[in-house]
């Protein structure tokens, strides 16, 4: 079963323009979530993340958004830039103990000049 | 200071073959992370390290594959008589401590071919 889940495989947006990137999980236990962003090539890069007591976590251009009582949570990117062009992963925490994550199917993210 | 690297960047191997991973974390980091990537997937966790033991393998998806670690520091995953199915890029994480705030550090992955 996928815990995680980014149904929009991917996004293109002007450069300038907002990006919305969203997430839904099944696991009501999940209390923290990330935001991983990713190019060809190479490893994914941490980008933000939130905890569950919090309904907003802003870094930058990067902000992402929780609801919990709809299990879904977006990273909004503004104004966006042909250099966040990338594969975006949701992940949230399977274990607090270990700290294993669960990963979103991704989303990429194309931001034409 | 040097990032998660891994070696080999890409492994071309006949089914049947076995095949080793290296994964070299980030110096200090105590908790090591396994990961496959398969084409249009997410990332699928595998096997978590903390120091050299591992007391999560519950991803690992069949007795053919194993992992260890030594000294607390690289680890290698073995695959024994590859699959058809085991081609992914297969990507190691490293964090400080392990838990699920303690941010986890990507290597570059290794792209398995099975042929």
């Known amino acids: 079963d996928q815990q995680v889940k980014q149904n929009s495989p991917s996004l293109s947006v002007q450069e300038g323009r907002i990006s919305i990137l969203n997430c839904d999980y099944t696991?009501?236990?999940?209390?923290?979530f990330l935001w991983y962003k990713k190019y060809p090539a190479e490893g994914p890069t941490f980008l933000i993340s939130?905890?569950?007591?919090?309904d907003k976590n802003e870094d930058g251009r990067f902000t992402v958004f929780l609801n919990k009582s709809a299990k879904h949570l977006s990273l909004h990117i503004v104004p966006s830039q042909p250099g966040d062009s990338a594969v975006y992963f949701c992940?949230?925490?399977?274990?607090?103990?270990?700290?294993?994550?669960?990963f979103g199917q991704g989303t990429t993210l194309q931001v034409k000049p | 200071g040097a990032g998660v690297s891994q070696s080999p960047s890409n492994k071309v191997t006949e089914k049947g073959k076995d095949v080793e991973l290296r994964c070299d974390p980030i110096?200090?980091?105590?908790?090591l992370y396994w990961y496959r990537q398969s084409l249009g997937q997410g990332l699928e966790f595998l096997i978590y390290?903390?120091?050299?033991?591992?007391?999560?393998k519950s991803g690992l998806p069949s007795d053919r594959f194993s992992a260890e670690r030594t000294g607390g520091s690289v680890s290698t995953l073995t695959i024994q008589r590859t699959q058809q199915e085991d081609s992914a890029v297969y990507l190691c994480?490293?964090?400080?401590?392990?838990?699920?705030?303690?941010?986890?550090?990507f290597g570059p992955g290794t792209r398995l071919t099975v042929l």
């Open positions: 994480a490293s964090s400080f401590l392990g838990g699920d705030t303690d941010t986890q550090y």
């Open positions: 110096s200090g980091h105590t908790a």
């Open positions: 390290f903390q120091g050299n033991s591992a007391p999560d």
């Open positions: 992940a949230a925490p399977g274990s607090s103990n270990t700290g294993k994550l669960i």
């Open positions: 696991n009501s236990m999940f209390d923290y």
């Open positions: 939130i905890s569950s007591i919090k």
